[in-house]
């Protein structure tokens, strides 16, 4: 069977990061965690196995994902999910009909619509503020409020919530707390030691990091929330095959080096982007000039590649999405390749116009997830194309 390594926290993140939650193979020693391609384990008599009865319960290489995980996080246990939003769904089974939630209003477009669209539709109520207010928060509690759902930073805002805040307000009435940290990785943010419950990932981006596989991720400390999302993820079975799961845990073993280099390169692109003209707005939560910048030095300890920025005309920012050369147009973020894209018509499409609006989420809006090649040749790729869009 496998286990955390002992005295896990003895250990600094990047070795945690290679080793945590495998072992060496006991059959023949293989040091790499095999895919386990099974359904299902022999019995050697009746109710009588090594802990595997059938794998949509139990599959040593999802578990060896989970583990290695609840470690970074600083959790004690993981549970895999075939996408981020299967680890959502699962969050949201959690409640009952007639229970509410409070949302970050600029979340996923994809948790929004699995709230709006399904959730709702059953009974759940969602409210969705603006929480770089706590007050926000505050004002939207009902007596029926359960949990409180935040991502930060948001996407493709770049707004933060105050973890720790947050924390205390969700521990004063005993809300569930769930943050989405698939922007900032456990690596540059683990919200568990702010008073998080449960955190979320959809391990699709930054936690692979090489754009080959989709899944989620759930993190817990608290025993009795370990045993009810265990319990879900087994009767819903929304969880992830074996070799997803091993395309995850090779790509968690180079998460320090990845997001060393999203930082720089994150730091190199805004800083230069700061600079241009023809850019009416940026958001990068690493420049001084950001309105939370301070929260962030606080709460973060780097802020990845993730960078948005408002040219303040739709057709130009159309016209510079297409004309990149390294950084290619296509969904999704996270990976050591450079993306661009326009969120209003791609990612946030599902985001109601009026929602979008009021977030400053525009026609004009270009968001860039910067990966691991070389700098300079990012800016130069981007000066070329915007000089090309004028
Ligand atoms: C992509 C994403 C999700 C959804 O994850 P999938 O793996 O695509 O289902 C949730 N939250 C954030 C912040 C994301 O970027």
Known sequence: MTR???????????????????????????????????????????????GYEYARTQNPTREALERNVASLEGGTHGFAFGSGLAALDTVLKLLKSGDHVICGENVYGGSHRLMQRIYAELGQRFTFVDMREIGNVERALTPATRMVYCETPTNPMMHLVDLGALGDLTQAHGFLYVVDNTFATPYFQRPLESGADIVLHSTTKYLNGHSDMVGGLLIVSRDDLAERLGFIQNAAGGV?????????????????????QHDANGRL??????????????????????PQHELACRQMSGFG??????????????????????????????????????????????????????????????????????????????????????
Request: hydrophobic content about 40%; charged content about 20%.
């Open 4 to 50: 955390i390594l002992p005295h896990d926290h003895d250990y600094h993140f990047a070795t945690r990061s290679v080793h945590a939650g495998q072992v060496p193979e006991p059959l023949s020693g293989a040091v790499m965690t095999p895919i386990y391609q099974t359904s299902t384990y022999i019995q050697s008599a009746l109710g009588q196995h090594r």
């Open 269 to 290: 692109v805004a800083g230069w982007l700061s600079g241009r003209r023809e850019i009416t707005r940026l958001y990068y939560p690493g420049l001084p000039s950001h």
């Open 240 to 260: 992830p095959g074996p070799m997803d799961c091993w395309l995850a845990l090779r790509g968690l073993k180079t998460l320090p080096l990845r997001m060393r």
């Open 305 to 390: 590649g993730m960078i948005a920025f408002d040219l303040g005309d739709p057709a130009r920012a159309r016209r510079l999405v297409e004309q990149t050369r390294i950084f290619a147009l296509a969904e999704s973020l996270g990976g050591v390749e450079s993306l661009i894209g326009h969120p209003a018509s791609m990612t946030h499409a599902s985001v109601p116009l009026a929602m979008r609006s009021g977030m400053g989420l525009t026609d004009s809006l270009v968001r860039l997830s910067c990966g691991v090649e070389d700098g300079g040749d990012l800016v130069g790729d981007l000066e070329r194309a915007l000089e090309g869009s004028a």
